[in-house]
């Protein structure tokens, strides 16, 4: 007989509360893992963001185009390393709830800015020399069966007309916080069309992306980019790449925050529902501590039995919870218009935080039960009608 | 001649409700020698309880001192009271007090935990003290699965699983009937005289109080 026998028997006493308690935990910690993925969903943009990379855009608003022309000026910026381009280029493909990215790049430089787009070799020098090839993520792949060879038709809105791509790359994600559902093609072969059917829109591109040597100069490189094109025709704004996807939140953040806040308040619910059933249980059992303590157990042991019933319902509560999230962060994407997320995955911060918070719930859970048993007095435990 | 085994001296014991201080034991001395068998009785709220349990180190006095084997408990802290009890004192409750989810070897295995024993030697040791009270066919069984008479001597098994100099039982065949209380006492009577505990109970019943070898009574909290 050890002391541990007493803790589980004591864990298994009233199976059914126990069992309610470990189901309100774990459903707890799913609603936290879920809230936690779509926030982090939110801020992919943000996480997949380089260091070295910047943005310059229209000083106005993201929606008004550059001219191609400031490209050269913005490479002769000591510090800056490459400097390439990309157009919005939206448009309906098959119908209006399919979303992905649609980017006119500039297929020489655009994958060397962005390593983590990565690309066979073979595909990506087929698809360079073919006018109208796209490069789409393996994820565009696997939802409309697509294949290396294979048309796609895009109905065009922010440039109009009938625009057929062919399938000339599939793009791996370099890692999790990679966009693995976007679709890139040629800027020159819009820019060939454009100067036929739009010629007033010609030479005007989306917005730059810098690379630069050293991350440490991106202040002086941005305050120098934006003080050249200062009283020109279209004045720029260029922050890193980070502040750039930050400011895409910015819409949000109100969502974001509330999300933030609610996952924390889940936290809080979990210590709520644990904290209550070991003040129950502590309570029903103040002869038996009453008990121990004339039998000479210390406030240690006392504090093991009370604080282990505590984590072993917390830790299971919320392995329990763990694992019915996958399969509801699965069902949540599931539910969602198709590529509402692009990235959409279970971070292991979240899982760590979850059991670090289920441990800690597990300790704040006991020390009201504790600070009670070890206050009673024996004599007065003995007394104590349950 | 050699100090007794327990001597109060000069005990009191008052409790505060709100404003008012309630005297609940007055002066007590009392002197008891290793191997007596003692009984406490009195009209209810006369305080016997509070004295066993002074005794017992499970509360402490407004004022006096309590000396066993000559050592003054009133002087020790929480801790190494607890300590002191875990090696001097067996208690026997009316309620009988078993943990419920242990099975009763397990109950008297409990307060080993508190000993050097290998658990081992844990076990034996409770299996020894199952067999002392007789029930030595019921040690996996749980305490509901048992008769009051028979729960009280599993807690007597626990009372004297660690070998302790002193029993305190406060009345024990409260909640029995008389075959199971005939049976609790004559147990108490041998461990008494067999193995030479120090036994103090508290009792309301006459019979119970025969067996011991001295009865004090208590009124208002003053030893008659
Ligand atoms: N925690 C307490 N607070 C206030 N008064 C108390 C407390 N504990 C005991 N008393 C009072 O002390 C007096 C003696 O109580 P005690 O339990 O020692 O009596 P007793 O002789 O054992 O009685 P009984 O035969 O009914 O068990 C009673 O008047 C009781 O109300
Ligand atoms: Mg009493």
Redesign the pocket.
């Known amino acids: 007989m050890e002391l541990f026998k007493l803790l589980i028997r004591n864990a298994l006493r009233h199976k059914l509360r126990s069992l309610l308690t470990l189901v309100g935990i774990g459903v707890a910690v799913m609603a936290f893992a879920l809230l936690r993925t779509v926030v982090t969903a939110w801020y992919a943009g943000v996480e997949a963001s380089a260091a070295n990379r910047l943005i310059t855009r229209h000083a106005v608003s993201f929606v008004f185009p550059l001219p191609l022309a400031y490209r050269d000026r913005i490479a002769q910026v000591p510090g800056v390393d490459e400097v390439t381009y990309a157009s919005w280029f939206s448009g309906v493909y098959i119908d209006k709830n399919q979303f992905f990215a649609r980017l006119a790049v500039d297929s020489e430089t655009f994958f060397d800015v962005y390593p983590e787009f990565v690309i066979e070799p073979k595909q990506f020098e087929v698809f360079k020399r073919e006018r109208n090839a796209c490069i789409i993520g393996i994820d565009i792949a696997n939802r409309y069966n697509l294949k290396l060879g294979d048309m796609m038709l895009i109905e065009g809105d922010v440039f109009p007309g009938q625009w057929e791509f062919v399938v000339r790359g599939i793009y791996q994600p370099r890692d999790q916080t990679t966009d693995p559902a976007s679709m890139m093609f040629h800027y020159r072969y819009l820019e060939e069309r454009v100067r036929q059917e739009m010629p007033q829109r010609s030479g005007e591109i989306g917005w730059y992306i810098v690379r630069i040597n050293d991350p440490d100069d991106s202040a002086a490189i941005s305050r120098e980019i934006d003080r050249m094109f200062a009283n020109s025709r279209a004045e720029t704004k260029t922050e890193t790449e980070r502040a750039f996807q930050q400011s895409f939140l910015s819409a949000a953040s109100a969502v974001i925050t509330a999300m933030n806040i609610m996952s924390f308040v889940i936290i809080g619910i979990i210590l709520l529902v644990l904290g209550n059933t070991m003040i129950m249980s502590a309570r029903e059992r103040t002869h038996e501590f009453a008990v121990l303590k004339a039998l000479g157990f210390s406030a240690g042991q006392l504090f093991f039995l009370i604080a282990g019933e505590a984590l072993i319902l917390s830790t299971l509560g919320s392995a329990l919870g763990l694992l019915v999230t996958l399969p509801a962060v699965e069902g949540f994407q599931a539910a969602l218009p198709k590529g509402w997320f692009p990235v959409f995955y279970i971070k292991p911060e979240t899982i760590v935080f979850g059991c670090v918070s289920a441990f800690l719930v597990g300790l704040a859970a006991s020390i009201i039960p504790l600070r009670r048993v070890l206050t009673t007095r024996i004599?007065?435990g003995l007394?104590h009608v349950g | 001649m050699e100090s007794p085994f327990i001597e109060v001296v000069g005990l009191f014991k008052s409790?505060?409700?709100d404003s008012l201080e309630?005297p609940?034991l007055r002066n007590i001395t009392l002197n008891i020698s290793q191997g007596d068998f003692l009984a406490f009785m009195?009209?209810?709220?006369?305080?016997?309880?509070?004295?066993l349990?002074l005794i017992a180190g499970i509360d402490k006095p407004t004022s006096g001192k309590i000396f066993i084997a000559g050592m003054d408990i009133t002087e020790l802290s929480e801790t190494e009271l607890a300590v002191w009890r875990s090696q001097n004192v067996g208690f026997i409750f009316q309620f009988y007090n078993l943990i419920p989810v242990l099975t009763a070897l397990e109950n008297v295995e409990l307060p080993l935990i508190l000993t050097p024993l290998s658990k081992k030697q844990r076990r034996s040791h409770a299996e020894t003290a199952l067999h002392v009270v007789g029930l030595a066919e019921r040690m996996h069984h749980f305490p509901r699965q048992l008769s009051g008479g028979q729960e009280q001597r599993v807690a007597i098994a626990r009372a004297i699983a660690t070998d302790p100099a002193i029993l305190v039982a406060?009345?024990p065949t409260g909640d029995l009937d008389k075959t199971s209380a005939e049976e609790v006492l004559e147990l108490m009577d041998r461990l008494n005289r067999e193995l030479n505990k120090t036994i103090l109970m508290?009792t309301?019943d006459p019979r119970a109080a025969e067996r011991a070898r001295f009865i004090r009574n208590?009124e208002k909290?003053e030893l008659a």
């Open positions: 004599v007065e007394r | 409790y505060q409700r309630i609940v009195g009209p209810s709220g006369s305080g016997k309880t509070t004295l349990n406060d009345e508290v309301h208590l909290g």
